[in-house]
């Protein structure tokens, strides 16, 4: 059964949180149900779309009392997808080796002590950002997280050139 598209013009900021909580659901299922574990750069990937699904819920329950600040907040959520897509641009940049990969993801030691280097292994991240843990028809995950924020921005963009409809 297929929503109306009509729900989702008068409802765009609850579409951006349900893309961005499906986004999370997917990451979480890999990571929990599927042993996949992330690196920081993974990691980093959610914070965007854990930002979406408030600023979706928060500003449906702003705008069904008064509609005008819908654009701005559709405007902030494209931003976010954006935002979402650069980290995960970086991130296969990382992975194919195009960019170098922030030190906490290299396994670079710093240390010059043996307690240093202790200290520095027990807060070290346990997946290197470089490894590709799981692809799928040749796309690691940052890639097809990158092809799913970008189309989440497109979504977005798409909504805001429509006429807003009030609910």
């Not at 961005?20 to 599927?34: E, T």
């Not at 600040?69 to 935002?83: I, T, V």
């Not at 799913?148 to 009030?166: F, I």
Request: one cysteine or more.
């Amino acid at each position: 059964m297929m929503l109306s598209t009509g729900l989702f013009h008068r409802h765009p900021l609850a579409l951006a949180a349900l893309l961005a909580a499906a986004a999370l659901g997917g990451a979480w299922v890999s990571q929990y149900g599927f042993g996949l574990k992330p690196c920081d750069l993974c990691l980093l990937q959610r914070y965007p779309y854990l930002a979406l699904v408030a600023l979706g819920l928060t500003g449906e329950a702003i705008t069904r009392r008064r509609p005008r600040p819908r654009r701005p907040l559709l405007l902030l959520a494209a931003g976010l997808f954006l935002a979402d897509a650069g980290i995960a641009a970086y991130h296969v940049g990382v992975e194919q080796g195009w960019i170098a990969g922030p030190s906490a993801c290299s396994g670079a030691t710093t240390a010059t002590s043996i307690d240093a280097l202790r200290e520095q292994l027990n807060g070290a991240a346990l997946v290197s950002c470089k490894d590709t843990t799981f692809a799928f028809l040749g796309l690691s995950m940052a890639g097809w997280n990158l092809l799913y924020a970008l189309g989440g921005a497109a979504v977005m963009r798409y909504l805001l050139r429509q006429p807003m409809e009030s609910a």
